[in-house]
């Protein structure tokens, strides 16, 4: 599945790119879509077929699953 990342800082977005690249996991940063909006501006693609907490850390504020260029929020660090 796709799915997309948002950050609370520009840094935490880089860390995170860094740590899924690390496991084998394809991704790449990207601007978030406005719809989305987030705290840096700065999200990261990637494609997983795990359970996603297994990749969540304590930088991501929000995941969204991305179908048919829908997207279906799956994490909130507010939760």
Same mark, same amino acid.
């Given at each position: 599945?796709?799915?997309?990342?948002?950050?609370?800082?520009?840094? /935490?977005? $880089?860390?995170?790119?860094?740590?899924?690249?690390?496991?084998? %996991?394809?991704?790449?940063?990207?601007? =978030?879509? @406005?719809?989305?909006?987030?705290?840096?501006?700065? /999200?990261? $693609?990637?494609?997983?077929?795990?359970?996603?907490?297994?990749? %969540?850390?304590?930088?991501?504020?929000? =995941?969204? @699953?991305?179908?048919?260029?829908?997207?279906?929020?799956?994490?909130?660090?507010?939760?």
């Amino acid at each position: 599945m796709e799915y997309i990342a948002l950050f609370f800082t520009h840094s /935490g977005a $880089i860390k995170y790119d860094k740590f899924l690249k690390d496991k084998g %996991i394809k991704s790449m940063m990207t601007p =978030v879509p @406005r719809k989305l909006s987030s705290s840096c501006g700065v /999200g990261n $693609i990637f494609e997983y077929d795990g359970s996603i907490e297994a990749i %969540i850390s304590e930088d991501i504020d929000k =995941v969204f @699953r991305i179908e048919k260029r829908e997207y279906s929020l799956v994490y909130s660090s507010e939760e």
